[in-house]
């Protein structure tokens, strides 16, 4: 039977911690998806499943926030890696943040990680020879906590070609024939564990998955189990997984789903229907494989005895991916070779396949839309779709399985469950530096099925686009347009525009974000885009 008593010193419990990238809401089984994730659902079927977490719309600045318990602005990430001058935006974690890792490893615990850092500056691939690793500007894992790190620096890597894999303090230089990123890094995290359990230490395990993140690449038997799966369309597909979310009583309410994005076209209309059948298969794929890795990684704990005292999470670092692969967009940036010479195509060529490792490219916009149903817009943006994430818990001594949770919480909301779960202190000062006061609130009461009511607003910006949460009601802007407010409970789906219609609410929550976004550093976009693109060094921004 579960225990609800906080945990002594010797039965601490063991925390692994599992980050997607560019996940929609609506790609698991669990909430509607037809791609296989029996691995992920099982955990929310034994566990619990909280239907409106959020995270931060965007990969660096979800990061940095999972990982200190603080806004992205106050753990120096505001926007991405690039060094906008300011504190907020200086790229990488502030010296005034500290990371689960650093407060975890100062209580005992081995601290391991394994997949994407994205959390020091800058990095351009093309160009990994002026690389700075592990400088002031560009900490490493390592330097912030971690005793063991196996992955990636910077936000993207080719799954079977990566241009930089650093293994704690030293860059591998060699790469197998049968290479795989998902599978490596859970196999590296699985040899951490192991390593962690002969010391008889509890363990902190950061799982950071680079999938489903483009570029599309996945192996040819996930591939063929999605072959014809998406032959109906984007339409089809997304009314199918509203439907089955609804059914699954995934929400609290049965919303009406958005429209489909108006920029995207309908399906009868697609003139490389095969094609863009192909890049949602491939896309399912890299789910599904990255589910099996998380199969892989339970296995090993049950072999090893860790399974029952283990607390497991899984979110999503934002919404689906509407990001189109252009040969001079973001596919610039990468190497157009593989490490054993072979040309590589770049960017989304229309009736090339994707998934092998010649191929870069992006499954795009409308089936970003697909993932992030039955919710508005995509990643970058602090509407529904771009925010949006089911978090996934499990601890079978902590909790017993109960149903959806709906209260809403936030990325920032992880470290203080993670501390309270493990029974640590958060440290007040690292390095010698004075640590700023934590801004999330504990989920654990949550996971129990014990009353639990966020007291503090949800904050967010991202290039400008701003919103916040109080209780029921949203009030959330695209970029400097006019601001929109939404009953949330009555309308995640935000169809139902209430601006004008209860002015003294409207101007309490305005003055409330105004009031968070002086405090915390937030820039006028309009002023810190030129800044952003003078660093990246070209004339417009690309997605």
């Known amino acids: 039977m579960p225990t609800t008593s906080e945990p002594d010193q010797k039965q601490r419990p063991n925390v692994i911690l599992i980050l997607a990238d560019d996940m929609g809401f609506a790609d698991l089984g669990v909430t509607g998806s037809e791609i296989r994730t029996p691995n992920i659902d099982a955990l929310a079927q034994d566990g619990v499943m909280l239907s409106a977490m959020y995270n931060c719309a965007r990969c660096c600045p979800t990061r940095a926030s999972l990982l200190t318990g603080l806004y992205p602005h106050n753990a120096g990430v505001g926007h ?7 504190p907020a935006y200086q790229g990488f974690l502030r010296n005034d943040s500290a990371t689960i890792a650093e407060h975890l490893r100062a209580n005992g615990y081995a601290t391991l990680m394994s997949g994407k850092w994205h959390v020091a500056g800058d990095f351009e691939a093309r160009n990994v020879d002026s690389w700075r690793v592990g400088d002031v500007e560009h900490p490493t894992p390592r330097q912030r906590g971690f005793d063991r790190f196996y992955g990636i620096m910077d936000g993207a890597t080719h799954f079977f070609s990566p241009h930089y894999i650093l293994e704690d303090d030293s860059r591998v230089e060699t790469i197998p024939d049968d290479f795989y990123f998902t599978d490596a890094i859970t196999q590296k995290a699985i040899g951490m564990i192991e390593g962690a359990v002969t010391e008889e230490k509890p363990f902190f395990l950061y799982l950071a998955h680079t999938a489903p993140h483009w570029p599309l690449h996945a192996l040819p038997e996930d591939i063929a189990r999605y072959d014809g799966v998406y032959s109906k369309g984007w339409d089809y597909v997304r009314t199918a997984r509203h439907e089955e979310m609804n059914g699954q009583g995934v929400f609290q309410h049965v919303w009406d789903i958005s429209p489909r994005d108006g920029s995207v076209h309908a399906w009868t209309d697609e003139k490389n229907q095969d094609w863009e059948t192909s890049k949602m298969a491939t896309y399912a794929a890299m789910v599904d494989r990255m589910d099996q890795s998380i199969g892989a990684l339970i296995t090993s704990l049950k072999r090893l005895g860790q399974f029952d005292n283990t607390l497991i999470m899984f979110l999503s670092d934002n919404g689906g991916c509407a990001e189109f692969m252009a040969e001079d967009g973001w596919a610039q940036f990468y190497p157009d070779h593989t490490h ?23 499954y795009d916009k409308p089936w970003a839309n697909v993932s992030n149903a039955p919710f508005r817009l995509f990643k970058h943006y602090v509407h529904e779709g771009g ?10 001594k902590g909790f017993e399985p109960r149903s959806i949770a709906h209260a809403p919480c936030h990325v920032v909301d992880i470290l203080p469950t993670i501390l309270k779960a493990t029974g640590a202190t958060y440290q007040t000062e690292v390095g010698g530096h004075e640590i700023q006061p934590l801004q999330g609130e504990s989920l654990l009461d949550l996971f129990r099925g014990r009353e639990w009511r966020r007291e503090q607003p949800i904050f967010w910006e991202h290039e400008g686009n701003a919103a916040i949460r109080l209780g029921q009601f949203k009030l959330v802007r695209l970029h400097d347009l006019a601001w929109e407010l939404y009953d949330i409970e009555a309308d995640r789906t935000e169809l139902t525009n209430l601006a004008g219609r209860n002015p003294a609410l409207e101007n309490n929550l305005i003055r409330q974000y105004e009031s968070w976004a002086e405090s915390v550093g937030v820039l006028d976009w309009n002023k810190a885009l030129p800044k952003l693109l003078r660093a990246w060094n070209i004339e417009a921004a690309d997605g």
């Open 80 to 86: 991405m890696g690039a060094d906008l001058g300011t």
């Open 340 to 362: 054993d010479g072979r040309k590589i195509t770049m960017g989304n060529v229309a009736d090339l396949r994707p998934g092998d490792a010649q191929t870069f490219q992006s």
């Open 387 to 396: 925010i949006s994430t089911p978090l996934v818990a499990h601890w079978p």
